[in-house]
């Protein structure tokens, strides 16, 4: 079919209970997200550049610079993992503090970040001195080029530009604690630090990837995650803030901004500390800066959750007949660290608890740089086979093959990124 | 006297720094003891910070400010200690952010605990290559060696560091402590550390049971 707008219509059709042709890869995410059930359960592409870069073994400082051979690593690395969807993203965290002018280090095997050693910004007079994001500057050129390419090269409702959250990138510019500070004990200072963030920096950039044919951008906000900031502060600061950024984009751009992702993620390590009332009010206020109303799991210790309580709050939230879509995250370090038979166990268990009745995307939570690619591979087919619907009576009787898969290079052979991947790899600086 | 251990201590809860700071100074002045205000007040109310993050009243902001206020007081309060001190050595604690990482809200906050559980931090700050890590092992004999890193790119630095420190014939005199986003206890297994925090309050607790003690 290969046309994204039919294979939504499919998918919003087919989660609709008319249950007649073979989905697209689209058209299953788009149906399990109407929180019904699919054909099979998706796996959503996780946002996966650093892992994508070290297995493609391509420069960090060739990578992170080049726009096309940066979305290329992805698609390839996407398809050979078998991912349902894809998310294109060059951490979002570092270009326009980067370009600001923000001390940085960069490095030939990561991505470059920042020195909140020396902050961008220590007081109000600073913002002045700053002034308005120059998109002509640092590698806001190629995260403008990467979000139009993207557009035309994966297009639909998850092809997009990607930007740093005002929350989050207050702290790229000023360091956590002094953006804590701010909020707690200096409003005035904080909400200037909000307009100053929104207005002069976030925006201009909105401006420059429209310009370059992107028609929706969304924000990560991993500082606003849980325990960083509590669903009061989220709710008071980053909601209304993502609210502001999206009318103003609607109403000046005609583009779908999404600012705050992630805000509110349930990222409380300990499990003893582990508790429901925080976990419903952290997913309320999560909802919100999503751009649906979604049971979210990101970053947060998932393979330690009581899952029960996601699908109660799945069910409990949903309108109608309907759950809420529940996004089932699986731990970038379980993944890393994990033998891949627990792997197949944790979705096993996930897919009884939450999977039945649709409504169940699978994704994870970063990946890692060196996970290995058998536990990924592992998981995806695990989600595939034990996801099928209907799912059968007794899960636990499916056996997951944890065979050899077949490596990178060799796949690589004959794909269309094959020749950017390959010269990528002979650059020199 | 009680009273103004308690005002001290809620201070610190409360992440009041200026006020910690004055009460402090107001204590010295009428001649308290520094080492009844240290343990009586400051530490007292770090320890209180610790106790309502695990009973998930306290949040990272609050910890951050109550970090603050232990900070403003341990300054006002360090010349007086160390005036009175009785000479008795504490375990130090060499800690950084490995080469490549900048990253370093988790080693402030740690390092602001072991200082309240009276380690003497040695903080080589960010971005660390691994020879400064050796020569400072080398230099002050630490008890522990703590390693932080926020990347997975980066934390593999952690394990190069560890061989080093074996081949340098260093290991056996220090112990390992790793932490950070993206480690683990499999991870922390893997590269040969003695311990993983984590986070800081655990990394605290564990600093504490490497060298078998109460206190650092």
């Known amino acids: ?429 | 006297m009680t009273g103004k251990f308690t005002t001290i201590r809620e201070a610190v809860v409360d992440g009041e720094d200026e006020k910690a700071a004055l009460l402090v100074e107001e204590a010295l002045a009428e001649g308290l003891p520094p080492l009844e205000i240290l343990n009586q007040g400051v530490i007292a109310g770090i320890s209180k910070t610790g106790e309502l993050w695990k009973a998930n009243e306290y949040f990272l902001p609050d910890v951050i400010l109550s970090a603050d206020a232990f900070k403003s007081a341990m300054v006002v309060l360090e010349p007086a200690l160390k005036e009175g001190s009785d000479g008795k050595p504490s375990h130090k604690v060499v800690i950084g952010v490995v080469e490549g990482d900048m990253h370093d809200l988790g080693k402030s906050l740690i390092i602001a605990l072991l200082q309240s559980a009276g380690f003497e931090v040695i903080d080589l700050g960010i971005d660390v290559p691994k020879d400064k890590f050796i020569a400072a092992v080398r230099d002050y004999n630490p008890a522990i060696v703590g390693l932080g890193a926020y990347m997975s790119t980066t934390m593999l630095e952690m394990k190069e560091i560890i061989a080093e420190l074996t081949k340098q014939g260093l290991r056996d005199s220090v112990k390992v402590m790793v932490g950070g986003v993206p480690t683990s206890q499999e991870f922390a297994d893997e590269v040969g550390a003695d311990a993983w925090g984590k986070d800081a309050m655990v990394a605290m607790e564990k600093a504490l049971e490497l060298v078998g003690g109460q206190n650092g």
Not at chain 1, 324 to 331: D, T, V
Not at chain 1, 336 to 341: F, L, N, V
């Open chain 1, 1 to 429: 079919m290969a046309n994204p707008t039919l294979e939504t219509i499919h998918g919003l059709v087919y989660g609709n209970g008319i249950r007649v042709g073979k989905l697209s890869n689209l058209g299953r995410v788009i149906a399990t997200m109407m929180g019904k059930h699919a054909d099979r359960v998706p796996f959503m592409g996780p946002q996966i550049h650093d892992h994508a870069m070290t297995v493609a073994k391509v420069p960090a400082r060739l990578y992170y610079w080049d726009s096309q051979l940066l979305l290329d690593v992805h698609l390839a690395i996407n398809r050979w993992y078998g991912f349902d969807t894809g998310t294109i993203i060059a951490d979002a965290y570092n270009f326009e503090v980067e370009a600001l002018g923000a001390k940085f280090i960069y490095s030939d095997t990561a991505m470059p970040t920042v020195d909140t050693n020396h902050p961008l910004i220590n007081e109000r007079s600073d913002l002045d001195k700053i002034g308005p994001l120059d998109v002509t500057k640092g590698r806001i050129p190629m995260a403008t080029e990467l979000a139009g390419i993207i557009t035309k090269k994966v297009p639909g409702p998850f092809g997009q530009g990607f930007f740093c959250s005002p929350f989050s990138l207050i702290c790229q510019a000023m360091g956590y604690p002094k953006a804590v500070r701010a909020i707690k004990r200096d409003r005035g200072f904080a909400q200037e630090l909000f307009d100053y963030v929104e207005n002069d920096v976030i925006f201009p950039f909105m401006k420059a990837q429209n310009a370059a044919g992107a028609k929706a951008s969304v924000g990560a906000d991993a500082w606003a995650a849980f325990p960083n900031l509590t669903p009061d502060l989220v709710d008071e600061w980053v909601v209304p803030s993502a609210e502001r950024l999206a009318a103003r984009g609607k109403k000046e751009l005609n583009m779908t901004v999404s600012a705050g992702l992630a805000g509110c993620d349930y990222c409380e390590e300990d499990p003893a500390k582990f508790n429901k009332e925080i976990m419903f009010e952290c997913w309320d206020v999560a909802c919100k800066t999503m751009f649906l109303d979604v049971a979210f799991s990101g970053m947060g210790r998932t393979q330690d959750w009581n899952m029960e309580w996601l699908q109660e709050y799945a069910i409990s939230h949903g309108k109608g007949r309907r759950k809420l879509p529940i996004f089932a995250s699986l731990n970038g370090r379980f993944i890393r660290d994990s033998a891949p038979e627990v792997i197949v166990e944790k979705i096993r268990e996930w897919i009884e608890i939450m999977g039945r009745d649709g409504g169940l995307l699978f994704f994870i939570g970063n990946v890692p740089a060196d996970s290995p690619p058998l536990n990924i591979h592992t998981a995806v087919q695990a989600v595939r086979v034990l996801g099928k619907y209907p799912i059968v009576e007794n899960l636990s009787s499916i056996k997951i093959e944890t065979k050899a898969y077949q490596p990178f290079d060799e796949w690589l052979k004959g794909q269309p990124e094959e020749e950017i991947i390959l010269k990528a790899r002979e650059w020199k600086p």
